[in-house]
């Protein structure tokens, strides 16, 4: 097991990590909603990376996981900030962004602020804009009006919270309007069976990335997590080959 380590913010924030060294580019983890670096996907592409002597780095958003914080701060905003610090102060050269649901819609924002750094992007059930099309008309309006929304989760018992600063800083950085204006390898997997974020979401990333090489890969049965046995081998295999072909 990789130790955890913890990165100061300048304005003090410690932000919980897992890195090892190696070859790059290197493969950055970025978790989904109320995820963090313990998951099935994290663990897998670290030891990959160690097995196969790859720089990885995974990390835990303030609020979430081992990173001290409270969640009701979290934005894309602040997230994004924690992510390019961490990609700043801990790597070298240039980079792959693997982003889970959530994380797909950072890895968007994070390499815009990255730019050339950024060798490739792999989207898994990638989710750019929920705040938009993922809650109804009246969810939006009681977010707009500062209320916290406790909706029913599908992975645990407790509630999930959407807290109205999120939602709305999430409002303010929507992708799916307008050209994104990254050039990079990108590759998009994503579950047929996802409940969660439609599979139609990927496709439409698709369309609005600047990037003349873009691949959507389709998983038949595969739900929101693609955390089976052989969709992990496929992530691996996709991040394989984007690291080869940098």
Known sequence: MIETGFHTLSDGRRIAFRGIGGAGPAVVFLPGYKSDMSGSKAAALI???AANGRSCLLFDYSGCG????????GTLSRWREEAVALIGALTTGPVVLV???????????????????VAGLVGIAAAPDFTDWGYD?????RLAGGETLLLDSAYGPEPTPVH?????????????GEAIPIDCPVRLLH???????????????AEALRSQDVQVTLVKGGDHRLSREQEIALLLR????????S
């Open 99 to 117: 982003g889970s649901s959530m994380g797909g819609w950072l890895m968007l924002l994070v390499a815009r602020e990255l730019g050339a750094r």
């Open 164 to 176: 109205p600063g999120f939602w709305a800083d999430g409002q303010a950085l929507r992708q799916l």
């Open 238 to 245: 996709t991040v394989e080959s984007l690291c080869g072909a």
């Open 191 to 205: 579950g047929q069976e996802d409940g969660d974020v439609p599979a139609e979401i990927s496709l439409r990333l």
């Open 137 to 141: 008309e009246g969810q939006k309006a």
């Open 66 to 73: 081992e990173s001290p914080g409270d969640f009701a701060d």
């Open 47 to 49: 030891e990959w990376a």
